[in-house]
């Protein structure tokens, strides 16, 4: 299933920067560090646990896959790895995305309004 409205629906194939049979690994167009990409399920849900199994596995072999590729380029100190769940940030039925977020020595973090940080 898939929603005409949601920009990871309708992604552009050219920005994959991987791919299984459940999911896909895109750059973060509001990048928080260099590297900063997210995985989402090619079915649109919007909960962690509303995923099957099969589309969990696949989401975390796609996450361990980013992390393996931004190793080789970029050799962040390490990541910042999440997604928000629930309504609690306005994002009740946004198609789930899990960040992967490559930290640097050196380089502070600014988390914003996504993770319900402001100012």
Not at 17 to 25: H, M, P, R, W
Not at 39 to 44: A, D, F, K, T
Not at 50 to 64: A, F, G, I, P, W
Request: aromatic fraction near 10%; include cysteine.
């Amino acid at each position: 299933m898939t929603d005409n409205n949601c920009p990871y629906c309708n992604y552009d194939e050219y920005e994959v920067i991987a791919k299984n049979d459940f999911g896909v690994v895109l750059p973060e167009p509001k990048s928080l560090s260099k590297g900063h990409c997210v995985i989402i399920p090619l079915r649109h849900v919007s909960s962690f646990f509303d995923v099957t199994d099969k589309e969990r596995k696949s989401l975390l072999s796609l996450l361990e896959q980013a992390r393996n590729e931004l190793n080789m380029l970029h050799h962040p100190a390490g990541f910042h790895i999440g997604f928000n769940d629930g309504a609690v940030f306005g994002q009740a039925d946004e198609h789930l995305h899990i960040h992967i977020i490559p930290c640097y020595e050196n380089q502070a973090l600014q988390l914003d309004a996504r993770w319900g940080f402001t100012g």
